[in-house]
């Protein structure tokens, strides 16, 4: 058989459809098509898989068969060529052999304590009892988290000007509209600073000089005792004992920091909109909290139950990817009876496998319950892609939202100032809540009967 059916709609047509409603473009496809159907807006035909079995199939043989990093292109603006998430083949191989280790092991540790530390220090800003939006304060934890744990910078001026600038460009092209410009080539024409795009290569320009400064500086003041990731980049040596060069470090470090800020802003922002929603699910995390000795090591929260229940279905109900990055076959495949010739995309949709009936019950609701009662495999709950392009940074992301939730719970009682429940939209290439996620905090009083004993270690970090 030749490709699965879809939709026949003209190919700019799905194109704003999926950039303005992507949810409903996926959901309708899926309910007119089935599994899989054939997307028509890009450049080359997109094969949208949530079956489990053929997810494990394409990531079985996801190097051998695919290319990813072409697919990506649409991200080469912000990210530049020699981004690890454009890579492919040997080249890709390469860079992740040598931006993974600094994701892992002993230095989680350290991580773990800089977390903690800038969630209270940003958390300590709330106005009490007044309405504020929550996803701002997200987005500046996890953007000076990334920005500590990946450049070690010290809060400063440089720190303080690119966290300016990355918001800004992010934001400039976050909305359904603004991220236009990263769809259409067409748009990406400059016509001075006030033109959209003009705009946005002058305030890349300008990162682009900071990050620039920062590596000529790190090359000349060499300092084998930081534990930043930059510095182990910097260090890094190929198989042919080649250093990276500047551009290369250039690339990845932006691509670190965009890559590792808002896709975990974003899932923090939902799991305090569940959290706070939902009396039982709050009452429980905080019962859970509670049972932490004084004394525990912040990364103990990483062994509770709950918490990580809490985590997986907010990553699971709202993805903060959509899809995977699509993987184009370089070689003829054989997939669900389909034979996909060479120079189709395949995506396995985390959406739409994340909401499957058969493996969710309920779908819509949040549940966090059903990931203590079952156990999903890698090809069923999948939030961070997989195969060979799994997301590196997976491990950080869950301990970032485990110490930050656990942080702001056990010193806040949060009350939602939505009038509605919040929607799902579009941000850039993610999926984010429609609003700021707007909150009333109140400290707890540190005599509260319930988690304040057992979370001292908490309260004090
Ligand atoms: C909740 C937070 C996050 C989510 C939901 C997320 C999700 C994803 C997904 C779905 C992919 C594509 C995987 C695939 O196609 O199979 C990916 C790739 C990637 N992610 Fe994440 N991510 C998160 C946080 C982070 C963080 C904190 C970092 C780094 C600091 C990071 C760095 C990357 C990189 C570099 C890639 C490209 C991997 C490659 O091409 O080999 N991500 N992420």
């Known amino acids: 058989m030749g490709l699965p059916d879809g939709p026949r709609t003209p190919r700019m047509v799905q194109m704003i459809e999926w950039i303005a409603r992507p949810l409903s473009y996926m959901e309708s496809c899926a309910q007119r098509y089935g599994d899989p159907f054939t997307a028509g807006f890009g450049v080359f035909p997109i094969i949208f898989v949530s079956n489990p079995q053929a997810i494990q199939a394409i990531f079985a043989v996801d190097q051998a068969h695919f290319d990813a990093g072409r697919a990506n292109s649409i991200l080469q603006p912000i990210l530049g060529d020699h981004s690890l998430i454009l890579l492919d083949g040997t080249q890709h191989q390469r860079q992740r052999r040598l931006l993974t280790p600094p994701f892992h092991g002993e230095r989680m540790r350290v991580y773990g304590n800089l977390i903690g530390e800038i969630a209270s220090r940003v958390s300590a800003q709330w106005p009490e009892g007044q309405p504020f939006a929550m996803r701002p304060f997200m987005q500046q934890i996890s ?11 010290d809060v400063g001026q440089r720190f303080d000007r690119l966290e300016k600038l990355l918001f800004t460009m992010l934001d400039s092209i976050g909305s359904p509209l603004s991220s236009s410009l990263l769809f259409f080539k067409g748009l990406q024409k400059s016509w001075g600073s006030w033109s959209p795009w003009g705009r946005f290569l002058y305030q890349r320009h300008q990162i682009d000089e900071l990050i620039y400064a920062e590596i000529a500086q790190r090359r000349t003041e060499v300092d084998p005792s930081r534990t930043d990731i930059f510095n182990l980049l910097l260090s890094a040596r190929d198989e042919h004992d080649q250093p990276m060069t500047d551009i290369e470090l250039h690339d990845e470090l932006i691509t670190l920091l ?13 799991a305090l909109y569940w959290i706070c929603t939902l009396p039982e699910v709050h009452e429980r995390l905080v019962r859970e909290l509670d049972t932490l000795a004084p004394d525990a090591d912040p990364s103990s929260l990483l062994q509770l139950p709950y918490l990580n229940a809490v985590c997986q279905e907010t990553l699971r109900l709202y993805p903060v990817a959509m899809i995977t990055f699509p993987r184009v076959a370089k070689l003829p495949f054989q997939l669900m009876g389909y034979q996909i010739e060479a120079g189709t995309a395949v995506a396995p949709c985390i959406y739409l496998l994340h909401r499957r009936p058969d493996l969710y019950p309920e779908p819509e609701r949040f549940r966090p319950e059903r990931f203590l009662e079952r156990q999903y495999s890698p090809f069923e709950f999948l939030p961070f892609g997989g195969g060979n392009r799994r997301c590196i940074g997976m491990a950080f992301a869950l ?4 110490l930050v939730l656990a942080t702001i719970l056990v010193r806040f009682d949060l009350i939602l100032a939505e009038k509605g429940p919040i929607l799902p939209a579009r941000r850039g290439v993610t999926l984010a809540p429609s609003t700021g996620v707007h909150m009333i905090a109140r400290r707890r009083p540190s005599n509260s009967p319930q988690p304040a004993p057992k979370t001292d270690r908490l309260r004090s970090l």
């Open 399 to 402: 301990l970032e939202m485990k």
């Open 258 to 270: 965009v890559a590792g800020h808002e896709t975990t802003a974003t899932a923090l922002s939902w």
């Open 143 to 153: 953007m000076q988290v990334i920005l500590q744990a990946v450049f070690g910078l």
